[in-house]
């Protein structure tokens, strides 16, 4: 089993509407959970991090962890184009005290069709 | 504040070279990750440096290493170059502390390609 498991996709979603992008994790001692989106040609940035169960919002973007489940999700309200990236899901794993490694999903390709 | 600077860009090697790439963190940033990404694989974790120490290591050959110096910069280095090890290598830096310890700042990356 893969340490984080994402929906390569690619995912396509009209202007305007939700686009929901998914992941699962393998360990179940993880605390800290991320979504990184990346354009095409460029390094990986921050869009939500998540840290308990349940649901965080941020602006059009909401994350939601569910750690029974290992599952994270994240949604996006009111899609736009500029949102066609690929969503990376990544999870941290401590290894030792003080050492951690960050392990990301495949990442899911989304296209905002206008 | 600069963010996670990589040089170089860009570069190309042949098989058998070496090839060492150097990353800046963010300033009072003192983790170092190393990434390799490709189109197949994905992001896959190289190694962690924290106060000049190796805390964490993937699952690559001994071809690749690193280093961190004492003002947080960090090199790592591929020895004996394949044509496998043509990727986009990315250098993230986080704080050593805090609520925020584990969020990455990842750099433009460093795009190698090997002939």
């Known amino acids: 089993q893969k340490e984080v498991e994402q929906n390569s996709g690619p995912l396509s979603v009209p202007e305007g509407a939700i686009a929901s992008l998914n992941c699962t994790y393998s360990d179940r001692v993880s605390q800290s959970f991320f979504w990184y989106r990346q354009y095409s040609g460029k390094s990986p940035e921050l869009i939500m991090s998540i840290y308990s169960n349940g649901d965080k919002e941020d602006g059009r973007f909401t994350a939601q962890l569910n750690k029974a489940s290992q599952y994270v999700s994240l949604l996006i309200r009111d899609s736009q184009p500029s949102d066609s990236a690929t969503y990376l899901c990544?999870?941290?794993?401590?290894?030792?005290?003080?050492?951690?490694?960050?392990?990301f999903g495949q990442g899911t390709r989304l296209t905002i069709n206008p | 504040k600069a963010g996670v600077t990589q040089t170089p860009r860009y570069l190309i090697k042949t098989r058998g070279q070496q090839v060492t790439l150097s990353c800046s963190p963010i300033?009072?940033?003192?983790?170092v990750s190393w990434y390799q990404q490709t189109p197949g694989q994905g992001l896959q974790f190289l190694f962690e440096y924290f106060s000049e120490t190796q805390r964490n290591k993937g699952n690559f050959p001994g071809r690749f290493s690193g280093r961190q110096f004492s003002n947080s910069r960090s090199e790592m280095n591929v020895s004996t170059l394949e044509l496998g090890d043509s990727a986009l290598y990315l250098c993230?830096?986080?704080?050593?502390?805090?609520?925020?310890?584990?969020?990455?700042?990842f750099g433009a990356g460093s795009r190698l390609t090997v002939l």
């Open positions: 300033s009072g940033h003192r983790s």
């Open positions: 993230a830096s986080s704080l050593s502390s805090g609520t925020r310890a584990n969020v990455l700042t």
């Open positions: 990544a999870v941290n794993y401590r290894i030792i005290q003080g050492a951690q490694k960050l392990v």
